[in-house]
């Protein structure tokens, strides 16, 4: 699986953005999809997870309720929606697809990095006050 994000960029305190994973290979659809971020000097950490059928998922205590991951198997796509964003949320974000292993596990939270076997570059968001 090759992944590709985008739509990363700057915005001000309180907006909204869009971030897309374009993915390509076969076991996408049976891959769960998680995406993760990575501020300046910061270890990078766990954001949220969608399953592979699009029926579960997970967040990070500190985008729940503000953000909101989707996915589309029919376009190989992955989409994590940001809303009420702050400075705290500046960041590399990456998307990464999950070991085909966990398909149809009753694991489904997906916050391990030792969990997924692909990661696609990062797009930065820029959260300014």
């Known amino acids: 699986v090759q992944l590709q994000a985008s739509g990363g960029g700057l915005v001000q305190t309180g907006g909204s953005l869009r971030l897309s994973c374009a993915a390509s290979g076969r076991s996408f659809s049976a891959s769960g999809m998680g995406w993760f971020r990575q501020a300046a000097g910061k270890e990078r950490e766990f954001v949220g997870h969608i399953s592979w059928s699009g029926s579960s998922t997970h967040y990070a205590d500190s985008v729940k309720g503000r953000f909101t991951i989707s996915r589309d198997n029919a376009k190989n796509m992955v989409y994590l929606q940001m809303n009420s964003l702050t400075p705290e949320d500046t960041a590399v974000y990456y998307c990464?697809?999950?070991?085909?292993?966990?398909?149809?596990?009753?694991?489904?939270?997906?916050?391990?990095?030792?969990?997924?076997?692909?990661w696609g570059l990062g797009t930065l968001v820029t959260v300014s006050s």
């Open positions: 990464a697809a999950r070991s085909i292993r966990y398909w149809r596990s009753p694991d489904t939270e997906g916050r391990r990095e030792s969990e997924y076997d692909y």
